[in-house]
Protein backbone atom coordinates (compact mmCIF):
# COMPACT_ATOMS: atom_id res chain seq x y z
CA UNK A 1 0.00 0.00 0.00
CA UNK A 2 1.30 3.53 -0.83
CA UNK A 3 1.54 5.58 2.09
CA UNK A 4 -1.78 7.89 1.10
CA UNK A 5 -3.29 4.79 1.35
CA UNK A 6 -2.15 3.83 4.47
CA UNK A 7 -3.02 7.08 5.75
CA UNK A 8 -6.47 7.38 4.83
CA UNK A 9 -6.78 3.55 5.72
CA UNK A 10 -5.95 4.51 9.29
CA UNK A 11 -8.30 7.75 9.08
CA UNK A 12 -10.76 5.62 8.43
CA UNK A 13 -10.61 3.18 11.13
CA UNK A 14 -9.87 5.58 13.66
CA UNK A 15 -13.33 7.97 12.09
CA UNK A 16 -15.55 4.42 12.52
CA UNK A 17 -14.09 4.48 16.11
CA UNK A 18 -14.98 8.03 16.56
CA UNK A 19 -18.54 7.61 15.05
CA UNK A 20 -19.51 4.77 17.48
CA UNK A 21 -17.64 6.92 20.34
CA UNK A 22 -19.77 10.41 19.00
CA UNK A 23 -22.90 8.73 18.93
CA UNK A 24 -22.83 7.18 22.21
CA UNK A 25 -21.73 10.60 23.30
CA UNK A 26 -24.56 12.10 21.66
CA UNK A 27 -27.24 9.68 22.57
CA UNK A 28 -26.41 10.55 26.07
CA UNK A 29 -28.19 13.67 25.54
CA UNK A 30 -28.61 15.47 29.17
CA UNK A 31 -31.22 14.12 31.16
CA UNK A 32 -32.39 17.35 31.85
CA UNK A 33 -33.56 18.33 28.28
CA UNK A 34 -37.40 18.59 27.36
CA UNK A 35 -38.38 17.76 23.43
CA UNK A 36 -41.62 20.03 23.20
CA UNK A 37 -44.52 18.39 21.21
CA UNK A 38 -47.36 19.60 20.07
CA UNK A 39 -50.35 18.57 22.29
CA UNK A 40 -48.32 17.23 24.81
CA UNK A 41 -45.85 19.97 25.67
CA UNK A 42 -46.84 22.88 23.56
CA UNK A 43 -50.41 24.77 22.94
CA UNK A 44 -51.11 26.25 19.86
CA UNK A 45 -53.25 29.42 18.23
CA UNK A 46 -53.34 31.10 14.80
CA UNK A 47 -53.57 34.32 13.44
CA UNK A 48 -52.68 36.65 10.63
CA UNK A 49 -49.01 38.00 9.87
CA UNK A 50 -50.38 40.86 10.42
CA UNK A 51 -51.01 40.29 14.41
CA UNK A 52 -48.34 42.17 16.54
CA UNK A 53 -45.95 40.09 19.25
CA UNK A 54 -47.82 41.82 21.79
CA UNK A 55 -51.23 40.19 21.16
CA UNK A 56 -50.18 37.16 22.49
CA UNK A 57 -52.47 37.79 25.26
CA UNK A 58 -55.50 37.66 23.40
CA UNK A 59 -55.25 34.68 21.55
CA UNK A 60 -57.15 31.42 22.08
CA UNK A 61 -54.26 28.15 22.56
CA UNK A 62 -55.87 24.66 22.16
CA UNK A 63 -54.34 21.68 23.52
CA UNK A 64 -55.25 19.40 21.98
CA UNK A 65 -55.95 18.25 17.77
CA UNK A 66 -53.21 19.32 15.08
CA UNK A 67 -52.82 22.90 13.58
CA UNK A 68 -53.93 23.28 9.95
CA UNK A 69 -53.45 25.92 7.26
CA UNK A 70 -50.55 27.78 9.06
CA UNK A 71 -48.42 28.21 5.80
CA UNK A 72 -49.36 31.76 4.83
CA UNK A 73 -50.72 32.89 8.38
CA UNK A 74 -48.67 32.90 11.68
CA UNK A 75 -49.00 29.42 14.16
CA UNK A 76 -48.32 30.18 17.55
CA UNK A 77 -46.85 27.67 20.17
CA UNK A 78 -46.94 27.93 24.14
CA UNK A 79 -45.46 25.94 26.61
CA UNK A 80 -45.49 26.34 30.40
CA UNK A 81 -41.99 25.27 31.79
CA UNK A 82 -43.03 25.01 35.38
CA UNK A 83 -45.49 22.05 34.02
CA UNK A 84 -42.64 20.52 32.87
CA UNK A 85 -39.48 18.48 34.92
CA UNK A 86 -37.18 21.10 33.64
CA UNK A 87 -38.66 23.97 35.60
CA UNK A 88 -35.74 26.19 36.17
CA UNK A 89 -34.67 29.70 35.03
CA UNK A 90 -31.46 29.45 33.32
CA UNK A 91 -33.04 27.56 30.27
CA UNK A 92 -32.49 27.69 26.58
CA UNK A 93 -34.90 26.93 23.73
CA UNK A 94 -33.17 24.89 20.61
CA UNK A 95 -35.14 24.93 17.49
CA UNK A 96 -34.57 22.59 14.59
CA UNK A 97 -37.01 24.40 12.08
CA UNK A 98 -35.55 26.45 9.34
CA UNK A 99 -38.73 26.65 6.48
CA UNK A 100 -40.18 30.02 7.87
CA UNK A 101 -40.30 33.60 7.18
CA UNK A 102 -40.07 34.83 10.88
CA UNK A 103 -39.22 33.38 14.20
CA UNK A 104 -40.26 35.47 17.46
CA UNK A 105 -39.82 33.89 20.85
CA UNK A 106 -40.99 35.41 24.39
CA UNK A 107 -39.50 34.62 27.55
CA UNK A 108 -42.60 35.33 30.10
CA UNK A 109 -41.87 35.42 33.80
CA UNK A 110 -43.60 35.44 36.54
CA UNK A 111 -43.85 39.00 37.39
CA UNK A 112 -45.37 39.97 33.92
CA UNK A 113 -42.46 40.93 32.16
CA UNK A 114 -41.79 39.31 28.57
CA UNK A 115 -38.83 39.54 27.01
CA UNK A 116 -38.75 38.86 22.79
CA UNK A 117 -35.95 38.31 20.74
CA UNK A 118 -36.50 36.87 17.11
CA UNK A 119 -34.65 36.03 13.85
CA UNK A 120 -35.66 35.87 10.51
CA UNK A 121 -35.20 34.57 6.91
CA UNK A 122 -31.82 35.65 5.79
CA UNK A 123 -30.87 37.14 9.30
CA UNK A 124 -30.18 34.52 12.31
CA UNK A 125 -28.06 37.07 13.91
CA UNK A 126 -26.07 35.20 16.65
CA UNK A 127 -28.44 32.77 16.88
CA UNK A 128 -27.11 29.90 14.78
CA UNK A 129 -25.49 26.78 15.52
CA UNK A 130 -24.02 24.44 13.84
CA UNK A 131 -26.17 21.15 13.65
CA UNK A 132 -29.19 23.10 12.17
CA UNK A 133 -29.90 24.52 15.36
CA UNK A 134 -31.95 28.57 16.35
CA UNK A 135 -30.66 28.92 19.65
CA UNK A 136 -32.51 31.34 21.86
CA UNK A 137 -31.27 31.87 25.83
CA UNK A 138 -33.49 32.81 28.19
CA UNK A 139 -32.51 36.40 29.60
CA UNK A 140 -30.82 36.11 33.21
CA UNK A 141 -33.61 37.42 36.27
CA UNK A 142 -34.01 36.20 39.37
CA UNK A 143 -37.56 35.74 38.77
CA UNK A 144 -39.12 32.04 38.00
CA UNK A 145 -39.68 31.68 33.77
CA UNK A 146 -43.78 31.61 33.52
CA UNK A 147 -43.74 30.61 29.64
CA UNK A 148 -42.21 30.35 26.56
CA UNK A 149 -44.13 31.13 23.35
CA UNK A 150 -42.94 30.59 20.06
CA UNK A 151 -44.23 32.79 16.58
CA UNK A 152 -43.59 31.12 13.54
CA UNK A 153 -44.71 33.45 9.86
CA UNK A 154 -45.54 31.13 7.33
CA UNK A 155 -44.11 28.02 8.73
CA UNK A 156 -43.34 25.28 6.08
CA UNK A 157 -44.60 22.21 7.83
CA UNK A 158 -44.82 21.43 11.51
CA UNK A 159 -43.92 17.91 10.86
CA UNK A 160 -40.59 19.38 10.74
CA UNK A 161 -40.38 21.02 13.79
CA UNK A 162 -38.30 19.93 16.74
CA UNK A 163 -37.85 22.00 19.92
CA UNK A 164 -36.04 21.43 22.99
CA UNK A 165 -36.00 23.22 26.54
CA UNK A 166 -32.35 22.83 27.59
CA UNK A 167 -29.98 24.39 30.74
CA UNK A 168 -27.73 26.87 29.00
CA UNK A 169 -24.82 25.04 30.23
CA UNK A 170 -25.96 22.01 28.69
CA UNK A 171 -26.99 24.08 25.48
CA UNK A 172 -23.31 25.16 25.53
CA UNK A 173 -21.65 21.56 25.54
CA UNK A 174 -23.58 20.33 22.92
CA UNK A 175 -23.46 23.13 20.21
CA UNK A 176 -19.55 23.09 21.10
CA UNK A 177 -19.88 19.04 20.43
CA UNK A 178 -21.99 19.47 17.44
CA UNK A 179 -19.59 22.01 16.10
CA UNK A 180 -16.57 19.72 16.53
CA UNK A 181 -18.11 16.97 14.88
CA UNK A 182 -19.27 18.32 12.04
CA UNK A 183 -16.19 20.29 11.38
CA UNK A 184 -14.05 17.28 11.53
CA UNK A 185 -17.01 15.45 9.11
CA UNK A 186 -16.56 18.45 6.44
CA UNK A 187 -12.62 18.29 6.43
CA UNK A 188 -12.65 14.66 5.55
CA UNK A 189 -14.96 15.07 3.02
CA UNK A 190 -13.28 17.58 2.16
CA UNK A 191 -9.98 15.75 1.94
CA UNK A 192 -11.38 12.59 0.35
CA UNK A 193 -13.06 14.95 -2.35
CA UNK A 194 -9.59 16.44 -3.51
CA UNK A 195 -7.70 13.41 -3.29
CA UNK A 196 -10.51 11.56 -4.86
CA UNK A 197 -10.21 14.32 -8.21
CA UNK A 198 -6.59 14.07 -8.03
CA UNK A 199 -6.95 10.02 -8.68
CA UNK A 200 -9.38 10.74 -11.27
CA UNK A 201 -6.92 12.70 -12.82
CA UNK A 202 -3.63 10.71 -12.76
CA UNK A 203 -4.77 7.48 -14.04
CA UNK A 204 -8.11 9.13 -15.50
CA UNK A 205 -10.76 6.92 -14.50
CA UNK A 206 -14.26 7.88 -14.57
CA UNK A 207 -15.91 6.36 -11.61
CA UNK A 208 -13.11 8.36 -9.41
CA UNK A 209 -14.48 11.88 -10.71
CA UNK A 210 -18.19 10.54 -9.49
CA UNK A 211 -16.84 9.39 -6.43
CA UNK A 212 -14.82 13.10 -5.61
CA UNK A 213 -18.26 15.24 -7.14
CA UNK A 214 -20.18 13.29 -4.81
CA UNK A 215 -17.70 13.73 -2.20
CA UNK A 216 -17.97 17.43 -2.85
CA UNK A 217 -21.69 17.13 -2.98
CA UNK A 218 -21.89 15.88 0.40
CA UNK A 219 -19.35 18.01 1.32
CA UNK A 220 -21.95 20.96 0.37
CA UNK A 221 -25.02 19.65 1.63
CA UNK A 222 -23.11 18.77 5.57
CA UNK A 223 -21.93 22.52 4.97
CA UNK A 224 -25.89 23.72 4.24
CA UNK A 225 -27.32 21.80 6.71
CA UNK A 226 -25.36 22.24 9.15
CA UNK A 227 -25.54 25.97 8.78
CA UNK A 228 -21.69 26.39 8.88
CA UNK A 229 -21.90 28.46 5.68
CA UNK A 230 -23.51 30.91 7.27
CA UNK A 231 -20.27 32.13 8.37
CA UNK A 232 -19.33 33.14 5.30
CA UNK A 233 -22.89 33.59 3.79
CA UNK A 234 -25.32 34.37 6.43
CA UNK A 235 -27.91 36.01 3.88
CA UNK A 236 -28.15 32.70 3.18
CA UNK A 237 -30.26 31.51 6.45
CA UNK A 238 -33.74 29.75 6.66
CA UNK A 239 -35.53 28.71 3.41
CA UNK A 240 -33.33 28.76 1.14
CA UNK A 241 -30.28 26.99 2.43
CA UNK A 242 -33.06 24.39 3.58
CA UNK A 243 -34.45 24.11 0.12
CA UNK A 244 -30.46 23.95 -1.23
CA UNK A 245 -30.15 21.63 1.39
CA UNK A 246 -32.90 19.04 -0.30
CA UNK A 247 -31.61 19.78 -3.24
CA UNK A 248 -27.95 18.61 -2.35
CA UNK A 249 -29.22 15.28 -0.90
CA UNK A 250 -31.12 14.02 -3.58
CA UNK A 251 -28.37 15.43 -6.15
CA UNK A 252 -25.45 13.48 -3.32
CA UNK A 253 -27.64 10.35 -4.10
CA UNK A 254 -28.18 10.74 -7.66
CA UNK A 255 -24.38 11.24 -7.62
CA UNK A 256 -23.32 7.92 -5.55
CA UNK A 257 -25.56 5.79 -7.35
CA UNK A 258 -23.78 6.79 -10.60
CA UNK A 259 -20.36 6.40 -9.14
CA UNK A 260 -21.14 2.99 -7.95
CA UNK A 261 -22.68 1.47 -10.97
CA UNK A 262 -20.16 3.16 -13.44
CA UNK A 263 -17.28 1.98 -11.91
CA UNK A 264 -18.42 -1.90 -12.54
CA UNK A 265 -17.31 -2.50 -15.74
CA UNK A 266 -20.02 -2.30 -18.19
CA UNK A 267 -21.66 -6.24 -18.95
CA UNK A 268 -20.47 -7.59 -16.16
CA UNK A 269 -24.31 -7.24 -14.63
CA UNK A 270 -28.07 -7.42 -16.38
CA UNK A 271 -28.02 -4.14 -18.72
CA UNK A 272 -31.61 -3.98 -17.06
CA UNK A 273 -30.36 -4.22 -13.41
CA UNK A 274 -27.91 -1.50 -14.50
CA UNK A 275 -30.58 0.90 -16.24
CA UNK A 276 -32.89 0.33 -13.17
CA UNK A 277 -30.22 1.49 -10.99
CA UNK A 278 -29.22 4.32 -12.83
CA UNK A 279 -32.91 5.13 -13.80
CA UNK A 280 -33.71 5.39 -9.92
CA UNK A 281 -30.64 7.80 -9.56
CA UNK A 282 -31.70 10.10 -11.98
CA UNK A 283 -35.36 9.87 -10.39
CA UNK A 284 -33.61 11.27 -7.49
CA UNK A 285 -31.52 13.79 -8.66
CA UNK A 286 -34.54 15.72 -10.52
CA UNK A 287 -37.49 14.70 -7.74
CA UNK A 288 -34.79 17.04 -5.42
CA UNK A 289 -35.90 20.56 -7.20
CA UNK A 290 -39.42 20.17 -6.55
CA UNK A 291 -39.23 18.79 -3.67
CA UNK A 292 -36.82 21.77 -2.54
CA UNK A 293 -39.87 24.03 -3.40
CA UNK A 294 -42.76 22.47 -1.48
CA UNK A 295 -44.48 24.20 1.29
CA UNK A 296 -47.41 22.63 2.43
CA UNK A 297 -47.94 20.09 6.19
CA UNK A 298 -47.88 17.22 3.23
CA UNK A 299 -43.97 17.81 3.52
CA UNK A 300 -42.84 15.16 5.92
CA UNK A 301 -45.20 12.87 4.08
CA UNK A 302 -43.32 13.72 0.49
CA UNK A 303 -40.11 13.03 2.82
CA UNK A 304 -41.40 9.61 3.83
CA UNK A 305 -41.94 8.47 0.12
CA UNK A 306 -38.89 10.02 -1.04
CA UNK A 307 -36.99 7.72 1.86
CA UNK A 308 -38.55 4.82 -0.05
CA UNK A 309 -37.51 5.61 -3.19
CA UNK A 310 -33.98 5.92 -1.69
CA UNK A 311 -34.27 2.58 -0.01
CA UNK A 312 -35.06 1.42 -3.54
CA UNK A 313 -32.13 2.33 -5.51
CA UNK A 314 -30.05 1.72 -2.55
CA UNK A 315 -31.00 -2.04 -2.98
CA UNK A 316 -31.04 -1.92 -6.89
CA UNK A 317 -27.22 -0.44 -6.31
CA UNK A 318 -26.30 -3.36 -3.34
CA UNK A 319 -27.97 -6.28 -5.97
CA UNK A 320 -25.68 -4.61 -9.03
CA UNK A 321 -22.55 -4.68 -6.92
CA UNK A 322 -23.55 -8.10 -4.95
CA UNK A 323 -23.66 -9.70 -8.62
CA UNK A 324 -21.04 -8.01 -9.85
CA UNK A 325 -18.64 -8.98 -7.30
CA UNK A 326 -19.60 -12.73 -7.72
CA UNK A 327 -18.38 -12.15 -11.25
CA UNK A 328 -14.99 -11.53 -9.82
CA UNK A 329 -15.62 -7.12 -9.79
CA UNK A 330 -12.63 -6.05 -7.37
CA UNK A 331 -14.41 -2.35 -7.15
CA UNK A 332 -17.90 -3.82 -6.60
CA UNK A 333 -16.92 -5.68 -3.71
CA UNK A 334 -15.04 -2.41 -2.31
CA UNK A 335 -18.19 -0.11 -3.06
CA UNK A 336 -20.03 -2.71 -1.36
CA UNK A 337 -17.78 -2.26 1.92
CA UNK A 338 -18.20 1.38 1.61
CA UNK A 339 -22.07 1.68 1.30
CA UNK A 340 -22.76 -1.11 4.78
CA UNK A 341 -22.74 1.86 7.20
CA UNK A 342 -24.55 4.36 5.36
CA UNK A 343 -27.22 1.82 4.13
CA UNK A 344 -27.28 0.51 7.41
CA UNK A 345 -27.40 4.08 9.28
CA UNK A 346 -30.15 4.90 6.39
CA UNK A 347 -32.67 1.79 7.27
CA UNK A 348 -31.93 2.64 11.05
CA UNK A 349 -32.93 6.23 10.80
CA UNK A 350 -35.86 4.96 8.82
CA UNK A 351 -37.15 2.49 11.25
CA UNK A 352 -35.97 4.47 14.79
CA UNK A 353 -36.62 8.14 15.31
CA UNK A 354 -33.39 9.82 16.66
CA UNK A 355 -34.35 13.17 15.28
CA UNK A 356 -34.83 14.28 19.14
CA UNK A 357 -31.56 12.63 20.06
CA UNK A 358 -28.16 13.34 18.88
CA UNK A 359 -27.72 16.63 20.90
CA UNK A 360 -30.17 18.01 17.81
CA UNK A 361 -27.82 16.82 14.91
CA UNK A 362 -30.52 13.78 14.67
CA UNK A 363 -30.66 11.36 11.58
CA UNK A 364 -28.19 13.77 9.31
CA UNK A 365 -25.41 14.39 11.33
CA UNK A 366 -25.76 10.67 11.43
CA UNK A 367 -26.00 9.87 7.71
CA UNK A 368 -23.06 13.06 7.23
CA UNK A 369 -20.72 10.91 9.31
CA UNK A 370 -21.76 8.02 7.61
CA UNK A 371 -21.01 9.69 4.17
CA UNK A 372 -17.65 10.55 5.52
CA UNK A 373 -17.00 7.12 5.98
CA UNK A 374 -17.76 5.71 3.03
CA UNK A 375 -15.97 8.64 0.97
CA UNK A 376 -12.91 7.37 3.11
CA UNK A 377 -13.39 4.35 2.54
CA UNK A 378 -13.56 4.67 -1.08
CA UNK A 379 -10.70 6.75 -1.04
CA UNK A 380 -8.60 4.26 0.28
CA UNK A 381 -9.92 1.59 -1.75
CA UNK A 382 -9.00 3.12 -4.95
CA UNK A 383 -5.58 4.03 -3.36
CA UNK A 384 -5.40 0.29 -2.75
CA UNK A 385 -6.10 -1.10 -5.49
CA UNK A 386 -3.98 1.55 -7.97
CA UNK A 387 -0.92 0.68 -5.72
CA UNK A 388 -1.39 -2.99 -6.62
CA UNK A 389 -1.85 -2.52 -10.50
CA UNK A 390 1.84 -0.01 -9.90
CA UNK A 391 3.33 -3.06 -8.24
CA UNK A 392 2.11 -5.37 -10.80
CA UNK A 393 2.72 -2.64 -13.53
CA UNK A 394 6.41 -2.41 -12.08
CA UNK A 395 7.12 -6.14 -11.87
CA UNK A 396 5.82 -6.27 -15.69
CA UNK A 397 8.23 -3.38 -16.23
CA UNK A 398 11.27 -5.00 -14.25
CA UNK A 399 10.60 -8.49 -15.97
CA UNK A 400 10.63 -6.15 -19.58
CA UNK A 401 13.94 -5.08 -18.81
CA UNK A 402 15.82 -8.34 -17.35
CA UNK A 403 14.17 -9.86 -20.98
CA UNK A 404 15.71 -7.13 -22.39
CA UNK A 405 18.95 -7.51 -20.71
CA UNK A 406 19.05 -10.94 -21.35
CA UNK A 407 18.98 -10.51 -24.74
CA UNK A 408 21.94 -8.42 -24.93
CA UNK A 409 23.87 -11.02 -22.62
CA UNK A 410 25.68 -14.06 -23.71
CA UNK A 411 23.66 -16.73 -21.83
CA UNK A 412 27.27 -19.01 -21.47
CA UNK A 413 29.71 -16.68 -20.32
CA UNK A 414 27.61 -13.67 -19.03
CA UNK A 415 29.24 -11.13 -21.35
CA UNK A 416 27.48 -8.80 -23.85
CA UNK A 417 26.65 -10.33 -26.97
CA UNK A 418 27.04 -8.88 -30.46
CA UNK A 419 24.04 -6.85 -30.15
CA UNK A 420 24.57 -5.65 -26.38
CA UNK A 421 27.99 -4.67 -27.28
CA UNK A 422 27.09 -2.66 -30.13
CA UNK A 423 24.27 -1.09 -28.33
CA UNK A 424 26.62 -0.34 -25.93
CA UNK A 425 29.59 1.19 -27.43
CA UNK A 426 27.71 3.39 -30.40
CA UNK A 427 27.21 6.02 -27.86
CA UNK A 428 31.04 6.04 -26.36
CA UNK A 429 32.21 6.43 -30.21
CA UNK A 430 29.75 8.91 -30.82
CA UNK A 431 31.05 10.85 -28.05
CA UNK A 432 34.96 10.07 -29.15
CA UNK A 433 34.38 11.01 -32.74
CA UNK A 434 33.03 14.52 -31.09
CA UNK A 435 35.90 15.20 -29.14
CA UNK A 436 38.41 13.76 -32.02
CA UNK A 437 39.54 10.76 -29.77
CA UNK A 438 41.00 7.79 -30.98
CA UNK A 439 39.03 4.54 -30.41
CA UNK A 440 40.28 0.83 -30.88
CA UNK A 441 38.42 -1.99 -31.00
CA UNK A 442 40.10 -5.44 -30.38
CA UNK A 443 39.11 -8.59 -31.42
CA UNK A 444 39.98 -11.93 -29.79
CA UNK A 445 39.85 -15.34 -31.50
CA UNK A 446 40.62 -18.25 -29.74
CA UNK A 447 43.43 -20.61 -31.79
CA UNK A 448 42.56 -23.79 -32.78
CA UNK A 449 39.32 -24.08 -30.68
CA UNK A 450 37.95 -26.52 -33.16
CA UNK A 451 40.30 -29.00 -32.31
CA UNK A 452 39.18 -28.73 -28.71
CA UNK A 453 35.41 -29.12 -29.36
CA UNK A 454 36.78 -32.47 -31.37
CA UNK A 455 39.44 -34.08 -28.83
CA UNK A 456 37.31 -32.93 -25.60
CA UNK A 457 33.83 -32.54 -26.62
CA UNK A 458 31.73 -29.50 -26.32
CA UNK A 459 30.82 -29.55 -22.78
CA UNK A 460 35.20 -29.18 -22.25
CA UNK A 461 34.90 -26.31 -24.88
CA UNK A 462 32.26 -24.32 -23.31
CA UNK A 463 34.31 -25.11 -20.01
CA UNK A 464 37.53 -22.74 -21.69
CA UNK A 465 35.06 -20.13 -23.30
CA UNK A 466 33.84 -19.46 -19.71
CA UNK A 467 37.36 -19.22 -18.19
CA UNK A 468 38.40 -16.93 -21.02
CA UNK A 469 35.20 -15.06 -20.68
CA UNK A 470 36.18 -14.63 -16.75
CA UNK A 471 39.99 -13.35 -17.49
CA UNK A 472 38.61 -11.11 -20.33
CA UNK A 473 35.89 -9.41 -18.17
CA UNK A 474 38.63 -8.65 -15.98
CA UNK A 475 39.35 -5.43 -17.88
CA UNK A 476 35.67 -4.16 -18.13
CA UNK A 477 35.57 -0.38 -16.86
CA UNK A 478 35.02 3.11 -17.86
CA UNK A 479 37.44 2.80 -20.05
CA UNK A 480 36.90 -0.56 -22.02
CA UNK A 481 33.73 -2.40 -22.69
CA UNK A 482 33.88 -6.06 -23.55
CA UNK A 483 31.33 -8.74 -25.11
CA UNK A 484 31.07 -12.73 -26.49
CA UNK A 485 30.67 -11.16 -30.15
CA UNK A 486 29.72 -15.23 -31.51
CA UNK A 487 31.62 -18.82 -31.38
CA UNK A 488 35.22 -18.75 -29.76
CA UNK A 489 35.85 -14.45 -30.36
CA UNK A 490 35.59 -11.81 -28.06
CA UNK A 491 35.55 -8.12 -28.61
CA UNK A 492 37.36 -5.22 -26.22
CA UNK A 493 36.86 -1.82 -27.53
CA UNK A 494 38.56 1.07 -26.18
CA UNK A 495 38.48 4.55 -26.40
CA UNK A 496 41.63 7.66 -25.83
CA UNK A 497 44.26 4.48 -26.04
CA UNK A 498 46.43 4.54 -28.83
CA UNK A 499 49.67 3.64 -29.91
CA UNK A 500 52.53 2.20 -28.13
CA UNK A 501 49.88 2.30 -25.30
CA UNK A 502 47.17 0.29 -27.10
CA UNK A 503 49.96 -2.31 -28.50
CA UNK A 504 50.88 -2.65 -24.95
CA UNK A 505 47.47 -3.78 -23.40
CA UNK A 506 46.36 -5.57 -26.39
CA UNK A 507 49.58 -7.72 -25.58
CA UNK A 508 48.80 -7.83 -21.98
CA UNK A 509 45.47 -9.15 -22.85
CA UNK A 510 47.38 -11.86 -25.37
CA UNK A 511 49.41 -12.87 -22.41
CA UNK A 512 46.21 -13.52 -19.94
CA UNK A 513 44.34 -15.50 -21.85
CA UNK A 514 47.76 -17.94 -22.59
CA UNK A 515 48.30 -17.74 -18.82
CA UNK A 516 44.53 -19.11 -18.22
CA UNK A 517 44.80 -22.42 -16.17
CA UNK A 518 42.85 -24.93 -18.13
CA UNK A 519 44.11 -28.32 -16.07
CA UNK A 520 41.18 -29.09 -14.71
CA UNK A 521 39.34 -30.02 -18.26
CA UNK A 522 42.24 -30.48 -20.62
CA UNK A 523 45.29 -31.36 -18.88
CA UNK A 524 48.22 -29.56 -19.32
CA UNK A 525 47.60 -27.99 -22.90
CA UNK A 526 47.71 -24.58 -22.98
CA UNK A 527 45.13 -22.39 -25.14
CA UNK A 528 46.64 -19.30 -27.04
CA UNK A 529 44.41 -16.54 -28.67
CA UNK A 530 44.92 -14.27 -31.59
CA UNK A 531 44.38 -10.79 -31.65
CA UNK A 532 43.18 -8.25 -34.52
CA UNK A 533 43.18 -4.61 -33.02
CA UNK A 534 42.02 -1.86 -35.29
CA UNK A 535 42.84 1.62 -34.37
CA UNK A 536 41.62 4.97 -36.05
CA UNK A 537 41.34 8.56 -35.04
CA UNK A 538 38.88 9.80 -35.05
CA UNK A 539 36.79 7.63 -33.98
CA UNK A 540 34.14 6.26 -36.60
CA UNK A 541 31.33 3.81 -36.37
CA UNK A 542 31.49 0.06 -35.18
CA UNK A 543 31.01 -1.40 -38.35
CA UNK A 544 34.54 0.23 -39.62
CA UNK A 545 36.30 -1.13 -36.31
CA UNK A 546 35.19 -4.06 -36.42
CA UNK A 547 36.11 -4.86 -40.50
CA UNK A 548 39.68 -3.31 -39.92
CA UNK A 549 39.88 -5.31 -36.62
CA UNK A 550 38.97 -8.04 -38.90
CA UNK A 551 41.58 -7.80 -40.97
CA UNK A 552 44.10 -7.39 -38.74
CA UNK A 553 42.70 -10.64 -37.01
CA UNK A 554 42.95 -12.45 -40.40
CA UNK A 555 47.00 -11.68 -40.73
CA UNK A 556 47.54 -12.56 -37.09
CA UNK A 557 46.45 -15.86 -38.20
CA UNK A 558 47.88 -16.23 -40.98
CA UNK A 559 51.27 -14.83 -39.46
CA UNK A 560 51.19 -18.45 -37.20
CA UNK A 561 48.37 -17.19 -34.57
CA UNK A 562 49.06 -16.54 -31.02
CA UNK A 563 49.78 -12.83 -31.69
CA UNK A 564 48.71 -10.12 -31.53
CA UNK A 565 48.64 -7.54 -34.81
CA UNK A 566 47.01 -3.42 -35.03
CA UNK A 567 45.62 -1.65 -37.91
CA UNK A 568 45.69 1.70 -37.64
CA UNK A 569 43.67 4.24 -39.48
CA UNK A 570 44.39 8.61 -39.03
CA UNK A 571 42.12 10.81 -40.65
CA UNK A 572 43.45 14.14 -41.17
CA UNK A 573 41.74 17.59 -40.03
CA UNK A 574 40.00 18.04 -43.47
CA UNK A 575 38.51 15.01 -43.49
CA UNK A 576 40.90 13.11 -45.64
CA UNK A 577 41.98 9.60 -44.97
CA UNK A 578 45.24 9.05 -44.44
CA UNK A 579 47.46 6.39 -44.94
CA UNK A 580 46.71 2.90 -43.16
CA UNK A 581 49.87 1.27 -41.33
CA UNK A 582 49.75 -2.43 -39.78
CA UNK A 583 52.11 -3.65 -36.79
CA UNK A 584 52.31 -6.92 -35.55
CA UNK A 585 53.72 -7.90 -32.10
CA UNK A 586 54.71 -11.61 -31.84
CA UNK A 587 54.79 -13.78 -28.70
Known sequence: MTGGSIFLAKLGGRLALGFAMLVLALSAASAQAETLRVDRQLCYAQSAVSVPDNSVAALRFS???????????????????????????????MVHQSRFDRLAVAFAYADGVVRWDEVRQGDYGSHWRAGGQIVFEAPERNVPLAGVTMRFDRLASLGLLRARLIPKTDAVVQSTGMAVAVGAALTLLLVSAIYSLSLAVAVRRQYLAWQAGWSAVM??????????????????????????GTFLACSAIAIAT????????????SRRLRAAALLLGTLLGLVGVPLALIRSESLPQWADMLALVILADLLAVAAYLG???????????????????PMAVLAFVHVVDVD??????????????????????LSASATRRLALLRVERDRARASEAFAQQLARRDPLTGLLNRRGFVESVTPLLDRAHADDLAAALLVVDIDRFKSINDVHGHDIGDAVLCEVARRIERWEGPMCTVARLGGEEFGLLTVGMEGLVLARFAESVRRGIAAC???AVIGEGTVTASVGVAEVRPASDFQQLYRLADEALYDAKRAGRDRVVVQRHFTDAAGAAGDSEAAALSN
Open 63 to 93: CTGTPTDYHDATLWLRTDPARLPIARSDLAL
Open 219 to 244: LLWGAVWSQAHLGLFPGLAGTVSAQI
Open 517 to 519: DHR
Open 323 to 341: LAWRRGSVEARDFLAAWCL
Open 258 to 269: ASAVLAVEPGLV
Open 356 to 377: DGLWGGGSKIMVLLAATWQALW
